[in-house]
């Protein structure tokens, strides 16, 4: 008689999520592989529309208790039960919890693992989960860490960017101790993070996101462009997007009697301190505000765009992005892309090749990059089609699967000398 299929129990912090489009295309692909998923979600969806992608997956999907308070009549009795029937691992993550919370003074360290308690007495029970994996290395990480604490399940987590850098470095550091192994997803994520471990050889796998090719290529790139140039940004209103630096830079185009009309996709916490801004600098009447739009909406402005623009910069509390995954679409699309060099976004374009690059917080330096790139045809041309050999190559989404899923196999089935194997060939290439 065979045994059951294990199962690949997925920790996320929403589920579904139009900003997080690139997990759930993840999950759909890894089931297309053969992997059974279960999704756990911390948070209830919270937007009316999703992509696509989420109405194919199979997985069964249970969320847990969001808040801590009014949500202990859920969460105490469920821990409670655990704690009766694994003392001992109980009192190993309940010594975790209070060593974590010394160290940062977070309470939302106990809601974790009271999360984690629900999680590992409630729907543990039949669901053939052997193996944890949290998307973000934050709160969803640090319920996973206390899941595999209390039920000896192991588990492992993917560090995107904001997680990463605005951890505290020493609680990232014991949730990788503890990890099977850690997935990033670009090459300067996978050296802070190796070089914060205090491992001289630890399991951290770069594996880019990517893209689904077939879905961005959809137009004949435009070459020859005249205006008034459509400029777009896709991007939430944060700090680490650098819009102000957009703002500006388009003020200095205006100033330089460049027709344009820009459209900005996206919603966030700056919202009001960005109309202010585009106010101030007399630019409301040339920026069309989108909010957060699906999918088919996205994908008919890149076809429209002549440029796509992010001024990306390290925020003050250090968040800052990895690769935008709405440059590469960009760039699949045929729309030649404008961007700063900041963490990893030189891992996509390479300045002058496949895009233009400039310092982060330089309008100045922006705005001529995005003139060179809307009026030099030559330029445009190369750029576009480099662009679009770039993503072919190493940012479709099929192709990178194919790693991530042979890590998911290894961590249900395998061993851990073939996981060391495994790192060695996926981060030299």
Request: glycine share 6%.
């Amino acid at each position: 008689m065979s045994r059951p299929t294990p199962v690949l129990g997925m920790i996320l912090k929403g589920y579904p999520r139009i900003s997080e489009t690139f997990i759930s295309n993840e999950i759909l692909l890894l089931e297309e592989q053969g992997l059974n998923l279960h999704i756990l979600s911390m948070r209830q969806p919270r937007e009316s529309f999703f992509h696509p992608s989420v109405g194919r997956i199979k997985a069964a999907v249970d969320y847990l208790p969001e808040t801590f308070l009014t949500s202990l009549p859920q969460l105490l009795p469920h821990t409670l039960m655990t704690a009766v029937k694994q003392p001992r691992r109980f009192a190993v993550a309940l010594q975790t919890a209070f060593r974590r919370f010394l160290r940062t003074h977070k309470s939302a360290t106990f809601k974790h693992l009271f999360q984690a308690g629900y999680l590992v007495n409630k729907l543990l029970a039949g669901s053939r989960i052997t193996h944890f994996h949290a998307h973000f290395a934050h709160s969803p990480t640090s319920v996973a860490f206390f899941a595999s604490i209390l039920s000896g399940i192991p588990f492992s987590f993917t560090a995107h960017a904001k997680d990463i850098y605005t951890s505290d470095p020493a609680q990232l550091r014991e949730k990788m101790a503890h990890a099977a192994f850690v997935v990033t997803c670009t090459e300067y994520n996978r050296r802070y993070l190796t070089r914060i471990s205090g491992n001289p050889s630890p399991s951290v796998f770069r594996i880019y996101h990517g893209i689904d090719i077939g879905l961005f290529s959809g137009r004949h790139p435009r070459a020859l462009t005249s205006p008034p140039y459509r400029i777009l940004s896709v991007s939430r209103m944060t700090a680490k997007k650098g819009l102000p630096t957009v703002f500006k830079a388009l003020r200095i185009l205006h100033d330089r009697g460049i027709h344009f009309h820009h459209t900005l996709i996206g919603d966030g916490e700056d919202r009001d301190s960005l109309h202010k801004l585009a106010r101030n600098l007399g630019l409301e009447p040339f920026i069309q505000w989108m909010g957060t739009q699906p999918h088919d909406e996205v994908i008919r402005q890149y076809e429209q765009a002549d440029l796509f623009v992010l001024g990306c910069e390290i925020a003050a509390n250090g968040d800052r992005d990895g690769i935008p995954n709405v440059c590469i679409e960009s760039m699949a699309m045929g729309v030649p892309v404008v961007a700063t060099r900041v963490s990893a976004i030189p891992e996509l374009i390479e300045s002058g090749k496949t895009g233009l690059l400039v310092e982060p917080g330089n309008p100045e330096a922006l705005a001529d990059a995005m003139f060179q790139s809307l009026t030099d045809d030559s330029l445009r041309q190369e750029m576009i089609a480099a662009a679009k050999d770039k993503v072919t190559r190493y940012f479709n989404n099929r192709c990178l699967i194919d790693d991530l899923a042979g890590l998911y196999i290894q961590a249900l089935f395998e061993t851990a000398e073939t996981m060391k194997e495994a790192r060695t060939r996926i981060n030299q290439r």
